[in-house]
């Protein structure tokens, strides 16, 4: 009864689930708006950049980071903190950073991230993130159409690319009329010391006074989309809209965490900070003072020995993340022979999942005794494993980016792990909605965030308003027009409400298929469902036009050799006997009719095709942010998929 028992004691006891209730609108077809109302008014004076000032001078021992240091987790004060990020604000300020100016940022997940990013803010500026994986036409894009006067890149390999990209930017337009190229700073090579070096003719009290400019609508980024269609747009977000994700995350979310785990909250930032949910997540726990560490892969073999080390109480991932801890359970119980009691412990943890939430909800009976009785035998046989595999403390994790499998958010609950999904847009200064931490109901992606109004428009469009929207793209009037409406930001994403007004993403408007038959198909269920089984890697659903709904897939390479290994077969069997291997070819129609079971036979993948290769960010198959490029998958697999219709 443990996460029911603690989820009814913080009910009783917090009287937050009081204060985070929608109010809805409805008509004849249903619920059409949920609204909830801001845990924390909108500030009307101060910005962000105030956070590790006030951290310091209200309590300036307080352990707010912990810096992987020569092994070990070293902790950071708030003194400390505060400290460095004067100084580095100093240094931009000394290298030209005039106030408003903007920042470039290319670097991967990092301590010196954290750093940079309130120290252009200390300095009035604007930092503009960029996915360490850019390449130099994207980063050339991006520092021409900011106008950004100084970039800093982490290695030598970017540092490469910035030369190439700055060596693009003359036949590139400049809305900001740049007289000179971007001072570029390395942190392989001590940025943050040379900065602070540079800095000690800058007295204090200029960063102070840089501060003190700044108010809740000054600019503090220019957070630049994922362009699956086209150049990456860059979404103007305040210090206003910064300070309403993160403030009021901050108060749903972590008082509850706290009592929950009976631990003091601390978490491991692994998304990437380019990402608009990575740093919101950093802000909320910066602002909260809870203690976070930072690894720069989020790739699980890579993530798995920082979470062991660290040992976080939650965690904010991708449904990615989840899957490969629960693939990677799998794949070592086969490994042991084990596989059948896997899966049998994987069917228990489910069931006792539903009977779990029915009972807390009110609607049924909790789990029986031979149900309590089998999770206590595979809490000691694989649960526990699973947890370790999340650092052996965690028990809370929100997952966001795109839908986790119901059975899985189920799968984790059985396991002890709560994992709370969300919604949300660059647009939309990240999350939007998130599922309750005491009432969550998987397969939805939540009810609105305290101070955002979620609404569905006649036809089917999920439109988001409140504090978090931005003010609009940089420098494009027309497509900011397209988009914002009488405070109402159009998402372009298709969903539902239920009664009480929790959000269900159905697809994507401009993703949807029509069949030659005239029947709609969002291929994002059915792609997100194939994706989260067994050996299925990326993979794109087709049919535009068509008689019927196909699909290219991938082969996950990890999953594909443990297959392998179980089968004695050759690591470098070649692709063609693959494609052509009647026993994985089952195991592939499984993972389809999983997701068919999902949608109509109308909207039922007929036909797969796997093809060679992997859909990457590197091969420009996906974006920073894991989404299809459709067009461009299209156009490599042009001949796959006039196949699947021969």
């Given at each position: 009864m443990g996460i029911r028992r603690d989820m009814t004691r913080v009910r009783a006891r917090g009287g937050w689930a009081e204060r985070t209730v929608p109010e809805t609108v409805r008509d004849e077809t249903g619920v059409r708006q949920a609204s909830v109302p801001p845990l924390v008014p909108p500030p009307t004076e101060g910005s962000i950049a105030d956070i590790p000032f006030r951290n310091a001078a209200e309590a300036p021992e307080a352990v707010v980071m912990r810096r992987k240091e020569a092994g070990r987790w070293a902790p950071v004060t708030a003194r400390e903190f505060a400290e460095l990020v004067t100084g580095v604000a100093k240094g931009l300020i000394a290298a030209g950073l005039p106030l408003g100016g903007r920042v470039a940022l290319m670097s991967r997940t990092s301590y010196e991230w954290a750093v940079l990013d309130f120290a252009i803010l200390a300095a009035g500026g604007q930092c503009v993130p960029v996915y360490p994986t850019s390449s130099a036409d994207q980063l050339a894009w991006l520092v021409s159409d900011s106008g950004a006067g100084q970039l800093i890149v982490e290695t030598a390999e970017h540092a490469e690319t910035a030369a190439r990209a700055l060596a693009e930017l003359p036949g590139l337009p400049e809305p900001s009329a740049r007289a000179e190229l971007p001072t570029v700073w390395r942190l392989d090579e001590d940025a943050l010391g040379q900065l602070v070096e540079r800095g000690r003719g800058i007295p204090d009290a200029e960063v102070t006074a840089r501060r003190a400019a700044l108010g809740p609508d000054s600019v503090a980024t220019l957070t630049y989309t994922s362009g699956t269609t086209g150049r990456p747009k860059g979404c103007v977000l305040t210090h206003a809209n910064l300070h309403a994700e993160s403030a009021n995350l901050v108060e749903l979310l972590i008082p509850v965490f706290r009592e929950v785990t009976g631990q003091t909250p601390s978490t491991l930032v692994f998304l990437p900070l380019a990402h608009i949910l990575g740093r919101t997540i950093q802000l909320a726990c910066v602002s909260a003072r809870v203690v976070i560490g930072h690894c720069p892969s989020v790739k699980p073999d890579e993530l798995r020995p920082e979470l062991a080390s660290f040992q976080p109480t939650f965690v904010v991932g991708v449904p990615y993340l989840f899957e490969k801890i629960h693939d990677t359970g799998r794949a070592t119980a086969e490994r042991l022979g084990r596989g059948a009691s896997f899966d049998r412990a994987d069917r228990i943890a489910v069931a006792w999942a539903e009977a779990e939430l029915r009972a807390y909800r009110g609607t049924g009976r909790g789990p029986g005794v031979r149900l309590r009785a089998a999770k206590a035998l595979y809490d000691l046989l694989v649960y526990r494993r699973i947890r370790a595999a999340l650092g052996g403390r965690l028990r809370c994790a929100i997952s966001g980016g795109s839908p986790l499998?119901?059975?899985?958010?189920?799968?984790?609950?059985?396991?002890?792990?709560?994992?709370y999904e969300g919604y949300g847009l660059t647009e939309t200064t990240s999350a939007a909605t998130l599922n309750p931490p005491l009432a969550p109901r998987f397969g939805?992606?939540?009810?609105?965030v305290p101070g955002t109004s979620v609404r569905i428009a006649e036809d089917g469009e999920v439109q988001i308003s409140g504090g978090t929207v931005f003010d609009g793209y940089r420098g494009d009037e027309a497509a900011s027009r397209a988009v914002l409406e009488d405070g109402w930001f159009r998402t372009g994403d298709l969903g539902r409400l239920d009664e009480d007004g929790y959000l269900t993403i159905t697809g994507r408007a401009k993703d949807i298929l029509v069949t030659s038959g005239g029947k709609n198909v969002s291929p994002s269920l059915l792609e997100d469902r194939l994706r989260g089984r067994p050996l299925i890697g990326p993979c794109m659903v087709v049919g535009e036009g068509r008689s019927y709904v196909a699909a290219l897939i991938t082969l996950e390479p990890e999953a594909t050799q443990h297959w392998l290994r179980l089968r004695?077969?050759?690591r470098n069997t070649p692709f063609e006997r693959l494609r052509a291997d009647e026993e994985l070819l089952a195991a592939v129609q499984q993972a389809v009719d999983h997701a068919n079971e999902a949608v109509s036979r109308a909207e039922s993948i007929r036909r797969f095709a796997l093809v060679e290769?992997?859909?990457?960010?590197?091969?420009g198959l996906l974006t920073p942010s894991l989404k299809i490029r459709r067009a461009a998958v299209a156009a490599a697999y042009a001949e796959e998929i006039?196949?699947?219709y021969s």
């Open positions: 499998d119901p059975r899985l958010s189920h799968f984790f609950f059985g396991c002890g792990i709560l994992v939805s992606v939540g009810q609105p004695n077969r050759p290769g992997e859909f990457t960010e590197e091969n006039e196949g699947l």
